[in-house]
């Protein structure tokens, strides 16, 4: 209900500098507003505040307002803060201190400027609401023309840059200027057809209205403005475009990226409104056409803004960003591609190096560096940087794997567009998708999965079984570059699915298994010579190992598959993390709403073999996730696993078995794209009431796990000493620079130096997988030395331990083993102690050089008496 006549809402995000003058000017506009009004009878005019209602017979029968008391407040000021990392709150807080009128909403992170319009406008009580930018592009004062074209009647007057009589005060810069002209040449081709500008930041709407389209609307961004003209164009509200002042002002917020953005999100509201046509149903056609379609390059555009979307944090310095949820994953995978770039470069072994963990080395192969990606990006990672390479990988590999997926549906499940987009969008876009997408590349970048299933089926048609069975080879070897762990877990799945299918479909199983067997045969006979040697280094090769252990608690709980995850916009964080072994880990979390639309699906569909076979794969993959044994929840009953019978088998004695259910994605995909197909076809059976019902049903299960983008910080700055060059001073030709503490697979910020000065020094540890101890048993980081074990513990506690003799000894062997040049004590907690611990192990004090504290074991030598000493 109304109790204000106006409601004026500024979303704010890091607006500390300009905040307060336009809190000021918006207080003093309305108080000389009200107050000339005030010295005339509410009750002997007409107010021009009162929006016509179309329900009223005519315009003239507008009520007068009721009469204003010092109790019934004439205007209320609401500041949304988006989750700003300066004074912005403390600001807003201070003026809503000052006077009653103002509130503040504080949303807990950012989200976007429509998310935060929506909880402004939904907690406004202002009979009319105006939306404002806190830079008052468009002064205060233009709210009397938004007004007048209220008080004629209509329900909207948004305020317009490109009608006639617009005077520009301040352009912005032309390239920013020609986005913008271009994004709004798209939003009147596609959305709103007619309205010049949209994007203008200065709207004034009827209140109620205002509320019940907000309610409504989903968009996040920047494309809400659009969102909301297309709900009142429905609705028949009229709406007034009203040319405006406006100046371009210093410091917005609107970046390039943001118009990829819009991009995105018009593109999902266009997409609501596609019927694409049914196709015929006969065998040829459900295999899929040939050419793509405009729709299917539709829908590949979509699914790339989504990706960029998910990154977008990342995208805005792919240099100088980074992804906390990914813990160290981030600057490993970095490094990753520094070093296979490097060796490119230089023809080294791209399955060997020993820039990290010097002297032993690291098996390349055995640490998936993703040799598919990582060799044809060398040139990307050489012009651009390490960074900028991964975020070309993950990125426009995740949208690959969606188009990947929607090819395969549209060819082998469903004619109908939509749904195969649809379920493509689930299974590459999945919850677990999107955890490993904060680090792990190899788990997302999947585009070669589906192309492994179509060959396998055009395999057990049995009309081209040599070719089939070449193909297949070749896309195997190539998908080993990719990840072998991945590989694996599709073979698993395939095996679930066609157990099932042969159980349901027998006669077709009777016929397919031999051609089948045939394109296998011929298949290894394609991908064992091309992978042969590279998998020979990494099971018997230098620094590989046997097995890498994960503990017994690497499983899911049941209750992670009803659960959502920390990056679905209905997840929490702290309840997410309760249910995995990290943020990168949430491999099950699709969600309650979800699992009930999928047993809904097999129910009403179950008659179809495709659907049980899906199902049983589903469920099969679900229940090996749990491990080799789980506990029923809410009770102290532990059961035995299925995952205990193969735990111990080669290769899968390495898998961690949560991620098994990540084999639910694809298989959850695909029931929801069959279901769709049947919603949408233009003659389903029985009433329309049931089809929207279930369209609904559908929609209400995938909002709460619709991803949100991943959150990225400001990188810690690389110091100077490593950055400017000033460690080549202090090396010799074969010593190593040894960070402290040690870099291992917890603290690998060091590969990061390494990645900065182009790959220029050795380092002892690092993050990677090899062997431990004389069963060769994988574990991550190096082998455990006594002076990486002291300086960890310092680090960790910040105590310093008696340095003894003998620990003395112990640090000469390890810094002559590391064949140690300089020691490196970056600023960080417990430093301190750190430097005493170090000074107290080398006998000699600290330099401090470019930014951190130097022990350079030779000062006094020159390089020919350090490379005779060989660095010990």
């Known amino acids: 209900m109304s109790t204000h006549d106006l409601t004026v809402v500024v979303p704010a995000y890091n607006e500390e500098h300009r905040l ?395 004619a109908h567009r939509g749904a195969a987009a649809a379920g493509a969008a689930l299974a590459a876009f999945a919850p677990p998708m999107v955890s490993h997408a904060t680090a792990h590349p190899n788990f997302i970048v999947l585009f070669m999965i589906p192309l492994i299933i179509d060959r396998a089926l055009r395999l057990c048609e049995g009309t081209r079984v040599v070719r089939d069975g070449v193909v297949l080879g070749l896309f195997t070897a190539y998908q080993i570059f990719l990840g072998e762990e991945p590989l694996l877990l599709a073979a698993l799945g395939m095996l679930l699915f066609a157990l099932a299918y042969a159980l349901a479909r027998w006669d077709v199983a009777r016929r397919s298994w031999r051609p089948l067997a045939r394109g296998v045969g011929v298949a290894l006979a394609v991908a064992l010579p091309l992978v042969a040697y590279p998998l020979y280094w990494q099971f018997f090769g230098a620094q590989s190992y046997q097995s890498v252990l994960h503990g017994d608690g690497a499983g899911n709980s049941p209750l992670a598959f009803v659960a959502f995850a920390e990056r679905s916009l209905a997840g929490a964080a702290e309840s997410a993390d309760a249910l995995a072994l990290n943020r990168t880990e949430q491999n099950a979390f699709y969600g309650w709403p979800l699992t009930a639309l999928a047993f809904a699906i097999v129910v009403r569909m179950g008659e179809r073999a495709v659907v049980k076979a899906l199902a049983c794969t589903a469920l099969g993959a679900a229940l090996l996730s749990l491990g080799p044994k789980f506990r029923i929840p809410l009770t102290d009953i532990v059961l035995p696993g299925p995952w205990a019978a193969i735990r111990h088998r080669p290769l899968f004695e390495s898998v961690i078995e949560g991620r098994v259910a990540m084999v639910c994605a694809p298989a959850l995909g695909m029931l929801l794209a069959l279901a769709l197909d049947r919603l949408l076809a233009p003659r389903a059976g029985g009433p329309r009431s049931a089809r929207y019902a279930g369209l609904a049903a559908v929609a209400l299960a995938l909002l709460p796990i619709v991803p949100v983008p991943l959150d990225a910080v400001d990188r810690a700055e690389v110091p100077p000493f490593i950055a400017r060059g000033t460690w080549r001073a202090h090396l010799g030709a074969d010593e190593t620079l040894v960070p402290i503490p040690v870099p291992d697979a917890a603290h690998a910020e060091a590969l990061h130096w390494q990645t900065v000065a182009g790959l220029g020094f050795r380092l002892p540890g690092g993050y990677f997988n090899g062997p431990w101890g004389p069963d060769r048993v994988g574990i991550y980081g190096p082998v455990p030395r006594n002076t990486s074990n002291l300086l960890r513990h310092v680090a960790d506690t910040g105590r310093v331990p008696k340095i003894t003799p003998a620990w003395r000894e112990a640090a000469r062997a390890d810094l002559e083993f590391w064949r140690a040049g300089v020691l490196v004590l970056p600023p960080q907690q417990h430093d301190a102690a750190l430097r005493t611990t170090v000074e107290a192990l080398v006998g000699r004090p600290a330099r401090w050089v470019d930014g951190v504290w130097v022990w350079d074991l030779y000062e006094n030598t020159d390089r020919g008496d350090r490379n005779a000493h060989g660095g010990s």
Not at 65 to 89: F, M, Q
Not at 96 to 103: E, G
Not at 218 to 237: P, S, T
Not at 304 to 310: D, H, N, T
């Open 20 to 414: 307060a003058p336009t809190l000021t000017a918006i207080r003093t506009h309305l108080d000389t507003l009200y107050q000339n009004e005030s010295h005339e009878s509410p009750e002997s005019h007409t107010t021009p505040h009162t929006p016509h209602t179309p329900h009223s017979p005519t315009a003239d029968a507008r009520p007068a307002p009721a009469k204003r008391t010092p109790d019934d407040p004439t205007w209320e000021l609401i500041v949304v803060d988006d989750g700003s990392t300066d004074r912005t709150a403390e600001i807003a807080a201070e003026a809503a201190t000052a006077d009653p009128r103002v509130r503040l909403i504080r949303a807990e992170r950012n989200q976007g400027k429509g998310h935060a319009l929506r909880l402004g406008v939904l907690a406004s009580r202002g009979r009319r609401v105006l939306i404002t930018d806190a830079d008052l592009a468009a002064p205060i004062a233009e709210l009397d023309h938004l007004d007048k074209a209220l008080a004629d009647g209509h329900t909207a007057a948004i305020g317009s840059r490109a009608r006639p009589g617009a005077t520009i005060g301040a352009h912005q810069h032309r390239l920013r200027e020609l986005l913008g002209r271009t994004g709004n040449f798209l939003i009147r081709s596609v959305a709103v057809p007619g309205v010049r500008d949209t994007q203008c930041g200065f709207k004034l709407f009827d209140g109620d209205r205002a509320r019940e389209a907000f309610a409504a609307s989903r968009l996040r961004g920047w494309g809400i403005d659009v969102e909301i003209l297309q709900y009142f164009r429905r609705a028949g509200w009229p709406v007034a475009e009203v040319p405006v002042r406006w100046s371009h002002q210093e410091g917005s917020k609107v970046r390039p990226l943001d118009y990829v953005k819009v991009l995105a999100e018009l593109t999902l509201l266009k997409a609501r409104a596609i019927r694409p046509r049914r196709a015929s149903q006969d065998a040829t056609r459900r295999r899929g056409p040939r050419t793509p379609h405009r729709a299917d390059v539709l829908v590949a555009l979509l699914f790339l803004i989504l990706s960029v979307v998910l990154y977008a944090q990342r995208w805005i310095s792919p240099a100088h960003r980074y992804i906390p949820d990914s813990m160290q994953d981030q600057n490993q995978w970095e490094w990753f591609f520094a070093v296979t770039a490097d060796n490119v470069r230089h023809l080294h072994n791209p399955l060997f190096t020993t820039l990290q963990n010097f002297p032993d080395g690291v098996n390349l192969m055995a640490n998936t560096v993703m040799l598919g990606l990582s060799v044809p990006l060398a040139p990307v990672t050489w012009l651009l940087g390490p960074a900028f390479a991964l975020n070309v990988a993950m990125t426009g590999g995740l949208a690959a794997t969606a188009v990947a997926w929607y090819w395969l549906i549209r060819r082998r499940l469903v």
